[in-house]
């Protein structure tokens, strides 16, 4: 009985220390954007590092499914310019992950496209869509 028990302790140990060791940090640092003012052009970079604001995103971009490798053509230019900063590992230098955003003001949404080695798209539903608008202060 023993002996079995100090087997298994074993093992869980052992896959304790295979699976901490192989999980890696994801964890959004900041997030800088620009944003398509009145006259055509883009605004100065505005940078988010506020905890909870960055946490509300992260919660917002976790709910999107994302269609891969479909080319979308758009007929104005993005609102939004984001560029979301992750820190994978401590041990190295953090991730950037780009994103345009438009937001459709006559069917309250939002169209993100992505292109991190392949071209995503989302639309998200309007709940997100106006949660985003405002933790992105967009159209103030």
Not at 43 to 52: A, M, Q
């Amino acid at each position: 009985m023993r002996k079995w028990c100090l087997v298994a302790f074993i093992l869980i140990l052992l896959v304790s220390t295979v699976l901490g060791c192989s999980n890696k940090l994801k964890n959004l640092t900041r997030i800088e954007y620009i944003q398509m003012s009145t006259n055509g052009t883009y605004s100065d970079p505005e940078i988010v590092t506020d905890k909870k604001k960055l946490e509300k995103i992260e919660r917002i971009f976790s709910k999107i499914t994302w269609e891969e490798n479909v080319a979308v053509k758009r007929k104005r230019i993005a609102d939004i310019k984001a560029t979301l900063f992750y820190e994978e590992d401590k041990n190295m230098p953090e991730r950037l992950y780009e994103y345009d955003i438009w937001f459709h003001s006559d069917i309250n949404k939002a169209v993100l496209i992505g292109d991190n080695n392949k071209q995503s798209y989302a639309m998200l539903n309007k709940e997100l869509s106006k949660e985003l608008k405002e933790l992105l202060n967009y159209g103030k």
